[in-house]
């Protein structure tokens, strides 16, 4: 009977492990690919990287949770992932890689984590429904790569959230992004910011 529970344990084991390779292809801490077609994604923990082209072009996705752990999403990563419209990407990010992101044409906000070091080129570009990008206090932040928000023709605004408005971060923001997209810094409205020109309007709030 014994051997007969551990027979069963095994085979258990077994069925898990395949269907976890069946849905995410995994090599040492990568997301190499994802082969599912689920609409509600939650990518396994104990992951460093998401790899180049991991999602190119699924159209089944619509919502995608990152764990924490991971450091850098890759090349074209969610690339042309069109009905993608929600995106969790935790603290402990540093890098995303061009076109990571590039024709979700779906999402309409995006946070980013204060630990981004480096946004690639193309990593949103045509993102035609962008409308919010929101940013957790971007100390961190040190380089965005040519047209990284490239027809993101919605675009309004960039919400800087944790941080009182400084002149470092507002030139760091028009460094990035265009003089007519407006910075918003959550919980003190009073501090608004239009890359070249600081307005004061308590009515504008995001």
Not at 10 to 29: P, V, Y
Not at 39 to 53: A, E, F, M, N, Y
Not at 120 to 130: I, M, P, Q, V, Y
Not at 155 to 184: M, S, Y
Request: glycine share 8%; aromatic share 6%; with cysteine.
């Amino acid at each position: 009977n014994d051997g007969d529970d551990d027979d069963d344990d095994d085979s258990d084991s077994t069925s898990s492990a395949m269907l976890e390779d069946d849905e995410f292809e995994i090599d040492d801490g990568v997301l190499i690919k994802y082969n599912g077609s689920a609409s509600d994604v939650t990518i396994p923990s104990g992951l460093t990287r998401i790899d180049d082209d991991a999602f190119f072009e699924n159209n089944t996705i619509e919502s995608v949770t990152i764990p924490v752990g991971v450091k850098s999403i890759g090349d074209g990563a969610f690339w042309e992932c069109e009905k993608l419209t929600h995106i969790a990407i935790p603290e402990g990010v540093t890098s995303i890689e061009g076109n990571a992101f590039n024709g979700c044409k779906s999402l309409e906000v995006i946070e980013l984590p204060s630990t981004v070091k480096s946004i690639g080129h193309d990593a949103f570009g045509n993102c035609s429904k962008l409308k919010r990008i929101r940013i957790n206090t971007p100390t961190a932040l040190a380089e965005v790569g040519d047209d990284a928000f490239y027809e993101c023709d919605s675009l309004e605004a960039v919400v800087v959230c944790g941080k009182r408005r400084t002149t470092t971060i507002i030139n760091k923001l028009k460094a990035f992004f265009p003089e007519d997209i407006a910075v918003f810094w959550q919980g003190d409205p009073q501090e608004n910011v239009i890359l070249g020109q600081v307005i004061r309007d308590g009515q504008n709030t995001l």
